[in-house]
């Protein structure tokens, strides 16, 4: 079992630039979110999803959109990097608010 | 919000037991959990304990629930090398989990 798929693993941007972070999770799991962690600060929640078309904000969602359009998939976007956005990114998965599932996390970094 | 806390730090010898502790601010939530990250991976459900119970064993972990002071912690016994890692604990929100800070456990030879 594939369990929850984060794309890329590992990202250099320059400030200003953008890119998309891909979730994919083959649970058929309802929740989907995307944390950052930093080291001192646990992880923190961006954004998250109680289902297809659905999106809200979590702790820290300045900065960054998401999209769920597929159940499957949940996409996490930053339109303009900045080096506070410097961090590592997990996605997680879960049938409903309690046992979440990780990805193996996406390695960011903005010069 | 939610508040949950850790030490940030433990270290133990190989083969004594390991305890790290949690408290948590929101006394509705159903269920508590301890995740485990190793170097350089996501994190991994290690246990969790129903907010009914007191204690949940599990091989070598032992989960201890105080509901009163919000209150949890996790005991593993006979610690070893590959038990090397950062633990976090989690609380169960309405719709997402918040987790602490992690515990980072190095166990010395």
């Known amino acids: 079992n594939a369990g929850v798929t984060q794309t890329p693993k590992f990202r250099v941007l320059k400030t200003g630039q953008s890119m998309t972070l891909l979730c994919a999770q083959d649970?058929?799991?309802?929740?989907m979110y995307w944390y950052r962690q930093d080291p001192g600060m646990g992880l923190r929640l961006i954004h998250y999803s109680v289902g297809e078309g659905t999106t809200a904000k979590g702790e820290v969602p300045d900065g960054y959109n998401v999209s769920r359009l597929k159940k499957q998939n949940f996409l996490l976007g930053l339109e303009s990097a900045a080096p506070s956005q410097t961090s590592v990114y997990f996605c997680?998965?879960?049938?409903?608010?309690?046992?979440?599932?990780f990805g193996q996390g996406t390695r960011l970094t903005v010069v | 919000g939610e508040d949950v806390e850790q030490s940030l730090f433990l270290s133990v010898r190989e083969g004594d037991s390991s305890v790290i502790n949690c408290t948590y601010t929101?006394?509705?939530?159903?269920?508590l959990y301890w995740y485990k990250q190793e170097p350089g991976a996501g994190l991994q459900l290690l246990t969790y304990i129903f907010s009914n119970m007191d204690m949940k064993q599990d091989q070598r972990l032992t989960v201890l629930l105080n509901k009163k002071d919000k209150h949890l912690s996790l005991r593993i016994a006979d610690t070893q090398t590959g038990d090397s890692a950062i633990y976090f604990c989690a609380e169960s929100g309405a719709n997402n989990l918040f987790f602490g800070t992690g515990t980072r456990l190095t166990v010395i030879p």
């Open positions: 929101d006394s509705s939530s159903t269920y």
């Open positions: 997680a998965s879960s049938a409903g608010p309690y046992e979440a599932f």
């Open positions: 649970m058929n799991h309802e929740y």
